[in-house]
């Protein structure tokens, strides 16, 4: 069974630029939610998806979005990059319920310069 | 507000040695869950377990195990006989359990290092 995968891996952008990340997760989940890992914050929940609707946010602005497409892919855009939106972003995916264990990918390292 | 401490940034132990990671948590909510986390350097974290506050008995799962004591607000894993391949960085993590993974708090890791 195919596990998490996140496109890309890395990418460089510039400040000011707006970028969009990838997820495929596990075939058959239907969870997709989204963290992001700094040296200086740690790891932050940014959002959830189920069924192609956000069910979950965490406290990020509104320059943070995501979608979820009918197949669970899910996408993350953060426009307007700042220099502190360099961070490894995870993404996880899970059944559904509340509690399901999540599986992560492993992740894609942002840098704007 | 929610908080949780792993006040261990880094750990060496030699391989077979036995190490504990300790976490401490501070929650006003009655209910809660407790997790931890392994980051090896590949980057995803993977799951290695979840302990509701009901629950307050130790487990074991192969080399690792749990102590989760609720009058000290800890929730510390121990890797017995330690290998080269749990080099990593930990993480304990810990969230009301209303609500789901939203209002989850991730401590700031451990990085652990078994030197052959």
């Known amino acids: 069974k195919a596990g998490v995968t996140q496109t890309p891996r890395y990418l460089i952008k510039t400040r000011g630029q707006q970028v969009t990340l990838s997820c495929s997760p596990i075939?058959?989940?239907?969870?997709v939610s989204w963290y992001q890992q700094t040296p200086g914050q740690g790891l932050q929940f940014l959002f959830e998806y189920f069924s192609e609707t956000q069910r979950n946010k965490g406290n990020f602005p509104g320059r943070f979005s995501g979608r979820q497409f009918s197949n669970s892919r899910s996408e993350m855009n953060v426009s307007t990059l700042e220099l502190g939106d360099s961070a490894l972003y995870l993404c996880?995916?899970?059944?559904?319920?509340?509690?399901?264990?999540?599986?992560f990918g492993p992740g894609t390292r942002l840098t704007v310069l | 507000a929610q908080k949780v401490t792993q006040a261990q940034t880094e750990i060496s132990v030699v391989e077979k040695e036995d190490v504990t990671l300790d976490c401490v948590y501070e929650?006003?909510?009655?209910?809660?869950?407790l997790f931890w986390y392994k980051q090896p350097p590949s980057g995803e974290l993977v799951f290695l377990i979840r302990r509701n506050s009901f629950d307050e008995q130790n487990e074991i799962s192969g080399r690792y195990s749990w102590n989760f004591q609720k009058s000290t607000s800890s929730f510390n894993f121990t890797i017995t006989a330690s290998q080269v391949v749990d080099s990593a960085v930990y993480f304990c993590a810990l969230t009301p359990n209303s609500g789901g993974y939203q209002k989850v708090t991730f401590g700031t890791g451990t990085k652990l290092q078994v030197i052959p």
């Open positions: 075939s058959g989940h239907r969870s």
């Open positions: 929650t006003r909510d009655t209910t809660y869950y």
């Open positions: 996880a995916s899970s059944l559904g319920t509340e509690w399901d264990e999540q599986f």
